[in-house]
């Protein structure tokens, strides 16, 4: 069950983990648009190989990005099939026909492209986002990041409040599960045998002291808070600065650089063009 | 007669992973039959996940838990009805009550056994008279009972369903005294009137001197000591080290008797100091 929990964080001390969460953020960003404007072998190439960059810099064990690339295997299996029979391309390209299957050479290039862009993809914004960042290092990012909207009266600091508390109470609420689930099975409960509709009944012992418990804890959070005197995000000044160093800006540079060459790529290198 | 054979067991969180540990090293002892034994040990000392074992909540990495003589995974498929035998009140049991009343919430488990009306109607109030809860407060629903209330009514719960072992993991953590002196009259008299032999999981070494016949004492995941209660507390020193201690009471009477009083130091509840005092002093009054 903890498996569930999001918390993918891979503690290390690379450099990418010491990256300010807000170049992180977007970094990421541009990562995912710069993957889309890949169009031809050069360009996909250089892509596969930024993936693999990232993966030796950010020191994650490739057993453990490989993990995340297995949960999206299917929907990637399935838009590589859906392209090499849907796709048409010029008639001297054809490679097989059989009935009313036409497999072009066209089909099969744009399946790997396709499938090369969700992994890098998938590898870029996990690297930035969830394995060298802490879900309370992100939201902290994201809040400095949409501060131009509060002056359009967007509560950015409750917002970020709001996702850093949620994000810290997945654990602690997932080991309460557990536990109450141990007590109704000491209790005689069966959560895995019999119908459908008698398994969902069984979970309104667990629901019930769940539901209870969380409104608990909210309520002695916000007394815990109102205790240390929490009035909000007003003139409210942070315990840790987010301060950008050489690195970020070596960071950006790289990224830029990165885009520059793919849409350079794209432009000079022959061979087949999505 | 041993109840419960704890055979060689260990068990280890997130085999397999960076983060694997392991909570309980090669442990050995018994349960015997018509007892309260209590295991005590540190925070972390793996007390909670053993108690979690006897009755089939977690299965032993490596060895074997064996109830009346027979191992509890002989049939993976029948662990419910261990559970029914070994009767667990976990930590906090209070969290877990979720019924509109505290007389249905008792009757959970008696229901999921599939016993009659007439007999969980009996259950229910038997148990309740063990902890004290009156019929008024059988009415009540159990959002609206005090905090020693509460785990009063959650332990009734795991006695209705009449286990010949009951095993409480830290029952009276958090409450004042008089709340735990209650749970303990409780537990003594199920204990008393069914014949059950009883485990509790405690850090406080009052609680055991006052309650348990047999003592098992955990530490760093294996069985530090085991024994009589006054085999166990006599060895003061070695509790000292594990960080344990002995009683208050007897901590006491070692500081008589190193001042000087002529007192024995094999003292270990309040009663027996008593008598001991009242000896020494002549009776006099």
């Given at each position: 069950?903890?498996?569930?929990?999001?918390?993918?964080?891979?503690?290390?001390?690379?450099?990418?983990?010491?990256?300010?969460?807000?170049?992180?953020?977007?970094?990421?960003?541009?990562?995912?648009?710069?993957?889309?404007?890949?169009?031809?072998?050069?360009?996909?190439?250089?892509?596969?190989?930024?993936?693999?960059?990232?993966?030796?810099?950010?020191?994650?064990?490739?057993?453990?990005?490989?993990?995340?690339?297995?949960?999206?295997?299917?929907?990637?299996?399935?838009?590589?099939?859906?392209?090499?029979?849907?796709?048409?391309?010029?008639?001297?390209?054809?490679?097989?026909?059989?009935?009313?299957?036409?497999?072009?050479?066209?089909?099969?290039?744009?399946?790997?492209?396709?499938?090369?862009?969700?992994?890098?993809?998938?590898?870029?914004?996990?690297?930035?986002?969830?394995?060298?960042?802490?879900?309370?290092?992100?939201?902290?990012?994201?809040?400095?990041?949409?501060?131009?909207?509060?002056?359009?009266?967007?509560?950015?600091?409750?917002?970020?409040?709001?996702?850093?508390?949620?994000?810290?109470?997945?654990?602690?609420?997932?080991?309460?599960?557990?536990?109450?689930?141990?007590a109704q099975k000491a209790r005689g409960a069966d959560f895995t045998n019999g119908?459908?509709?008698?398994?969902?009944?069984?979970?309104?012992?667990?629901?019930?002291?769940?539901?209870?418990?969380?409104?608990?804890?909210?309520?002695?959070?916000?007394?815990?808070?109102?205790?240390?005197?929490?009035?909000?995000?007003?003139?409210?000044?942070?315990?840790?600065?987010?301060?950008?160093?050489?690195?970020?800006?070596?960071?950006?540079?790289?990224?830029?650089?990165?885009?520059?060459?793919?849409?350079?790529?794209?432009?000079?290198?022959?061979?087949?063009?999505? | 007669?041993?109840?419960?054979?704890?055979?060689?067991?260990?068990?280890?969180?997130?085999?397999?992973?960076?983060?694997?540990?392991?909570?309980?090293?090669?442990?050995?002892?018994?349960?015997?039959?018509?007892?309260?034994?209590?295991?005590?040990?540190?925070?972390?000392?793996?007390?909670?996940?053993?108690?979690?074992?006897?009755?089939?909540?977690?299965?032993?990495?490596?060895?074997?838990?064996?109830?009346?003589?027979?191992?509890?995974?002989?049939?993976?498929?029948?662990?419910?009805?261990?559970?029914?035998?070994?009767?667990?009140?976990?930590?906090?049991?209070?969290?877990?009550?979720?019924?509109?009343?505290?007389?249905?919430?008792?009757?959970?488990?008696?229901?999921?056994?599939?016993?009659?009306?007439?007999?969980?109607?009996?259950?229910?109030?038997?148990?309740?008279?063990?902890?004290?809860?009156?019929?008024?407060?059988?009415?009540?629903?159990?959002?609206?009972?005090?905090?020693?209330?509460?785990?009063?009514?959650?332990?009734?719960?795991?006695?209705?369903?009449?286990?010949?072992?009951?095993?409480?993991?830290?029952?009276?953590?958090?409450l004042d005294p008089a709340g735990k002196n209650t749970i303990f009259d409780g537990?003594?008299?199920?204990?008393?009137?069914?014949?059950?032999?009883?485990?509790?999981?405690?850090?406080?070494?009052?609680?055991?001197?006052?309650?348990?016949?047999?003592?098992i004492v955990m530490s760093h995941s294996r069985v530090a000591m085991k024994g009589?209660?006054?085999?166990?507390?006599?060895?003061?020193?070695?509790?000292?080290?594990?960080?344990?201690?002995?009683?208050?009471?007897?901590?006491?009477?070692?500081?008589?008797?190193?001042?000087?009083?002529?007192?024995?130091?094999?003292?270990?509840?309040?009663?027996?100091?008593?008598?001991?005092?009242?000896?020494?002093?002549?009776?006099?009054?």
């Open positions: 069950m903890k498996s569930v929990a999001f918390g993918q964080y891979y503690p290390s001390n690379s450099v990418m983990h010491r990256l300010d969460p807000r170049v992180k953020i977007v970094i990421g960003i541009f990562y995912i648009v710069a993957s889309f404007l890949c169009k031809n072998v050069l360009s996909f190439a250089l892509l596969t190989v930024s993936a693999l960059v990232l993966i030796l810099v950010s020191k994650i064990p490739v057993k453990i990005v490989l993990k995340s690339i297995k949960a999206i295997i299917f929907i990637m299996i399935f838009t590589a099939i859906l392209n090499i029979f849907w796709t048409k391309g010029p008639e001297e390209n054809l490679i097989l026909h059989w009935n009313f299957i036409n497999i072009y050479v066209d089909g099969i290039y744009n399946a790997v492209f396709i499938a090369v862009r969700i992994i890098s993809m998938i590898i870029g914004t996990s690297i930035f986002l969830t394995y060298t960042t802490t879900p309370i290092e992100l939201t902290d990012g994201l809040e400095r990041l949409l501060y131009p909207l509060t002056f359009i009266k967007v509560p950015v600091h409750e917002f970020a409040m709001m996702m850093t508390i949620a994000l810290r109470f997945i654990p602690t609420i997932i080991e309460e599960t557990e536990k109450i689930m141990s119908s459908l509709s008698k398994r969902a009944k069984a979970l309104i012992p667990v629901l019930i002291p769940l539901f209870v418990s969380a409104f608990r804890r909210a309520g002695e959070l916000a007394t815990a808070m109102t205790c240390r005197c929490y009035r909000g995000g007003n003139g409210r000044t942070r315990l840790k600065v987010l301060k950008t160093t050489y690195r970020d800006y070596l960071a950006l540079f790289f990224i830029a650089v990165f885009g520059a060459a793919i849409v350079l790529l794209n432009i000079y290198a022959p061979g087949y063009t999505m | 007669m041993s109840k419960i054979t704890v055979e060689n067991v260990s068990y280890v969180y997130s085999g397999g992973t960076p983060f694997e540990m392991a909570a309980l090293n090669d442990v050995s002892f018994e349960i015997k039959e018509n007892c309260i034994t209590g295991i005590i040990g540190h925070t972390g000392s793996g007390k909670s996940t053993l108690v979690q074992m006897f009755n089939g909540l977690l299965r032993p990495s490596s060895g074997r838990i064996l109830l009346d003589g027979r191992d509890i995974w002989e049939n993976p498929k029948e662990i419910s009805s261990i559970r029914y035998r070994v009767g667990l009140v976990m930590q906090y049991p209070e969290y877990q009550l979720f019924e509109e009343t505290v007389e249905a919430d008792i009757a959970f488990g008696p229901k999921n056994m599939g016993l009659s009306e007439d007999e969980i109607a009996e259950r229910v109030r038997e148990s309740a008279s063990f902890v004290g809860l009156s019929e008024s407060d059988l009415k009540k629903s159990p959002f609206d009972l005090s905090g020693g209330q509460k785990r009063r009514a959650a332990i009734a719960g795991i006695m209705a369903m009449r286990p010949e072992v009951l095993v409480l993991d830290e029952p009276s953590a958090g537990i003594k008299k199920y204990a008393e009137s069914t014949g059950s032999a009883v485990v509790i999981v405690s850090h406080s070494m009052d609680d055991m001197a006052k309650y348990c016949e047999d003592i009589k209660r006054n085999e166990i507390f006599c060895r003061g020193d070695e509790l000292e080290e594990i960080g344990l201690g002995v009683p208050q009471i007897t901590l006491l009477m070692r500081l008589l008797c190193e001042q000087g009083v002529n007192i024995s130091q094999d003292i270990y509840t309040v009663d027996d100091a008593e008598k001991a005092l009242s000896e020494l002093f002549g009776g006099a009054r």
